[in-house]
């Protein structure tokens, strides 16, 4: 089962496809993790990396699907996998249909997660983390995990504060990226008839979701 996982910054992919890469009892592959790891590395590549996302900037795309192809090769894929944040172009999501191809894979689901820009927005701005480094534990003042004392860490005690991303400017930006980029990925798998498409509301529970994708993934057997 390769599952790719779609939906703007924020709509709660990450979260999702952790979860169903653990009902499944596959990997779950995150481009965020991935590339920060590569930050890490004191090379030309990981210093390129770290300043496209401390501006803000998608990863080129040919430097991508390098990064991508290499990872992708190494696994046993024959349980399957879900890819979080790649592809995230038509280019990208196109050279990653031609590596399944040659190893006799396809995409099966693309997933996207489907949430109105004005609640994700709502989201963010209202997400506090915990100061210290060694909890960071993360809290919304208005949907789910609300901090019992203002403020303040439930799990040690320590301030709570706000990410300097975590703000409307930011966020705007990044849809319209997501909007300008990915988007069409939406209408590519579609056509490819393998588009799934989950409505996130305001009161929609992640549960739910993760119970109606298995429940969909059942299904296509
Ligand atoms: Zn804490």
Redesign the pocket.
Known sequence: MIIIMLGAPGAGKGTIGKRLAVQLGITHLSSGDVFRALTKDNTKLGEEIKECINGGKLIPDKLAMQIFEDKIVKYNLEKGIILDGYPRTLMQAKHLDKLFKNMELKVDIAMNIDVEDQLIIDRIVNRRI?S?SR?G?IYNLKYGKIPKVDGI?D??G?NLIQRADDNEITVRDRLKIYDENTRPLLKYYNKRGVLWNVHSAEDTSIDDIVHQTMIHIEDMD
Do not use: A, D, G, L
């Open positions: 915990c210290n909890c534990e860490c799990k040690c320590e």
